[in-house]
Antibody
Framework: QVQLQESGPGLVKPSETLSLTCTVS????????WSWIRQPPGKGLEWIGYIYYGGSTSYNPSLKSRVTISLDTSNNQFSLNLRSVTAADTAVYYCARERVGATSAAFDIWGQGTMVTVSS | QSVLTQPPSVSGAPGQRITISCTGR?????????VHWYQHLPGTAPKLLIY???NRPSGVPDRFSGSKSGTSASLAITGLQAEDEADYYCQSYDSSLSGSVFGGGTTLTVL
């Protein structure tokens, strides 16, 4: 069955770029939507954005100016870049598969999550 | 502040029935977009519990059920068990934001 695993630095300095990778195993990265979701300490879940295997993307308007999600089909991976980070970007970051239908989309498979702290 | 509104906490004794509400607006739940529910235990990956308002993925007990009406949705858990203690989140799509939105989460305590 499909499994997801996030990887990347656990500590990022303010104003720098947070970069995470999600590796998809047990299945193909296509044809699916792949998302990033985060949870700041003590707060709820926040959708960051998705990329479709064809390359199209959609981002949360509140993060759109700082976010890029990209795909590496040869390695069955997708990545998140979040620029100009501040302490408010400290969170557990999850990657997830998004099953899109006519009237909504559900996240049916999630990675275990990785904690990223923004601090100097 | 989350786009979808959930009560911060609910509680119930073992064996009882509880419900968790999720209130949205005309750009999400009220626009006929589906509502999905997740169970989240600290330190683990969130688990899809109910999809498309009232459907259970394979392996989810029928003690869990979902419903939707107007601009709101509900998750019901019957025969409450200690293992049900977790955070529960609703999620839908919002046309004004062009993306997925979550509720703030509800912490379930089994007394």
């Amino acid at each position: 069955q499909v499994q997801l695993q996030e990887s990347g630095p656990g500590l990022v300095k303010p104003s720098e770029t947070l970069s995470l990778t999600c590796t998809v195993s047990g299945g193909s990265i296509s044809p699916n939507y792949w998302s990033w979701i985060r949870q700041p300490p003590g707060k709820g879940l926040e959708w960051i954005g998705y990329i479709y295997y064809g390359g199209s993307t959609s981002y949360n308007p509140s993060l759109k100016s700082r976010v890029t999600i990209s795909l590496d089909t040869s390695n069955n991976q997708f990545s998140l870049n979040l620029r100009s980070v501040t302490a408010a970007d400290t969170a557990v970051y999850y990657c997830a598969r998004e099953r899109v239908g006519a009237t909504s989309a559900a996240f049916d498979i999630w990675g275990q999550g990785t904690m990223v702290t923004v601090s100097s | 502040q989350s786009v979808l509104t959930q009560p911060p906490s609910v509680s119930g004794a073992p064996g009882q029935r509880i419900t968790i509400s999720c209130t949205g607006r005309s750009s999400n739940i009220g626009a006929n977009y589906d509502v999905h529910w997740y169970q989240h235990l600290p330190g683990t990956a969130p688990k899809l519990l109910i999809y498309a308002n009232a459907n259970r993925p394979s392996g989810v007990p029928d003690r869990f059920s979902g419903s939707k009406s107007g601009t709101s949705a509900s998750l019901a858990i019957t025969g409450l068990q200690a293992e049900d203690e977790a955070d529960y989140y609703c999620q839908s799509y919002d046309s004004s934001l062009s993306g997925s939105v979550f509720g703030g989460g509800t912490t379930l305590t089994v007394l």
